[in-house]
């Protein structure tokens, strides 16, 4: 896909309710956001505010909203594209296939060209002596790094990712934070990350949007400018990861995300 300069994304006035009469859940209220190409937004909010439906309506998974969520081209989005790739915590490989298939699934092209894309993003994951293997074969942080790869191979405009790396340990889930950060460094896709990790937040945004309690709405906006691959432990880290930290605790009366 040609390069997209400004907005890939604009989402406007977006309102989406669970059920109707006394039964309705009103998940998100309010939220406008415009995304620029190449920009890293991470999401966080308490449990339960909306951020996975939100991720949800931009991925076109629920067409079922109201206000706007606009394209890069202006069209509002009522359904899945390749234009979007997802990336949900639980990693959904099959098991059946091995690490290559998996990639590969559904992709059309002569075996040859094939195999040769999928070495491509398998070593940007650094898979590619496990293309054989099944997943059963591999560990937690091997089969997301798999589902990172059958993702980046459609080659995007936007990744969205819900929790990717939520139920890893904490080493796995630096060493696929810098994974993502070297991905980006090279490919400069455009990414709309959800977590409940302050430090991940820090690590890899450009913004850092905080949400209310359901229903949610945008209660405050961090630009997270230091330089990239970040260092975790300077002191202008810690300070962002501190002031974070403390809007979190004022919004919702809690460090419990
Ligand atoms: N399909 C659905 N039908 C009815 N209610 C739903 C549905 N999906 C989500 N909800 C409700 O919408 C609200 C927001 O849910 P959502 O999954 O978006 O929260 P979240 O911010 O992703 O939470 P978490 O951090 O725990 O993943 C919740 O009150 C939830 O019960
Ligand atoms: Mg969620």
Known sequence: MAPVIGDVLRIQK????????????????????????????????????????????IAGLDKNYEGNILNYEGNRIEGTGLDRGVIFQDHRLLPWLTVEENVLLGLKGSKEELAKRADKYLEKVELKDFKKAYPRQLSGGMAHRVAIARTLIRQPDILLLDEPFGALDALTKMSLQEEIERIWQAEHTTMIMITHDIEEAVYLADRIIVMSQ??????????????????????????????????FQAATGSYVI
């Open 14 to 57: 977006v309102k989406k309710t669970f059920g109707e009469g006394e039964n309705a859940v009103t998940a998100i209220k309010d939220v406008s956001l415009k995304v620029k190409s190449g920009e890293i937004v991470v999401i966080i909010g308490p449990s339960g505010c909306g951020k996975t439906t939100l991720l949800r309506l």
């Open 214 to 247: 359901r229903p949610a709405e945008i209660d405050e906006i961090f630009n997270i400018n230091l330089p990239r691959p970040r260092d975790r432990k300077s002191e202008e880290f810690v300070r962002y990861r501190n002031a974070v930290l403390n809007t």
